[in-house]
């Protein structure tokens, strides 16, 4: 799993499979989250989001659950592609100040 | 294009140099953040502004200034006091009237100290 701290976790699949990235987040008070895929050397992408009203929302091929009462939350992509191989982050936010945590590896085989 | 436009891609600067990093965004939104990120670890966040002339400090914003002079701009100078500038820069920005939304972020800086 993810959580903000010095080394970045990896996560291996088989083309084809469904994988699960999960984060620890820290603030009880965050209202909004939100996943990013990023490629090495680019710009983070916009994935997923979820406010803390919700403990899911779908897209296309991915879901987000949240679970407050741990701090939890997770990206479930479904049918996963050698194009998804890219680093995922998790953000939450507080009164706009958006933090980060460390980030998974997503290694997808063929 | 609307979009967040980060320049240089790559610099390379001498110890003890400052250095002026640009973000410009035409997406008319209000905060505008800088993050650091090193090899294999996340977004460390350095400064942040959420309305024009006025910015907070995030978690490592020694070594650092900024400036928020207009809304489209907020450069950010890694100045000599910085003890390891070598980093990716990250500038972003969201939107914060209304329900905020995502950050939307540039292609980053670059930033070798040789």
């Known amino acids: 799993g993810e959580s903000v701290g010095l080394h970045l976790p990896t996560l291996s699949v088989q083309e084809g499979d469904n994988s699960i990235i999960n984060c620890a987040y820290s603030n009880s008070a965050s209202d909004y989250f939100i996943w990013y895929k990023q490629e090495s050397g680019k710009g983070p992408q916009f994935i997923i989001d979820i406010r803390s009203n919700m403990d899911k929302r779908q897209g296309q091929r991915v879901t987000v659950l949240l679970n407050k009462t741990v701090k939890h939350l997770s990206l479930q992509i479904a049918a996963t592609q050698p194009g998804d191989s890219a680093v995922y982050f998790c953000a939450e936010d507080n009164n706009n100040d958006m933090r980060f945590g460390a980030g998974t590896r997503l290694t997808v085989k063929p | 294009d609307g979009g967040i436009t980060q320049s240089p891609k790559y610099l390379f600067r001498k110890e003890g140099q400052n250095v002026t990093l640009s973000c410009e965004q035409n997406l008319n939104h209000d905060a505008m953040y800088w993050y650091r990120q090193d090899p294999g670890q996340g977004l460390r966040l350095i400064y942040y502004s959420q309305i024009v002339n006025d910015f907070q400090k995030g978690d490592i914003a020694e070594g650092y200034s900024v400036s928020r002079e207009k809304k489209e701009s907020f450069p950010l100078t890694v100045t000599s006091a910085q003890k390891n500038p070598t980093a990716f820069y990250l500038c972003?920005?969201?939107?914060?009237?209304?329900?905020?939304?995502?950050?939307?972020f540039g292609e980053g800086s670059r930033l070798t100290v040789l």
């Open positions: 972003a920005s969201r939107k914060t009237s209304g329900t905020s939304g995502e950050l939307f």
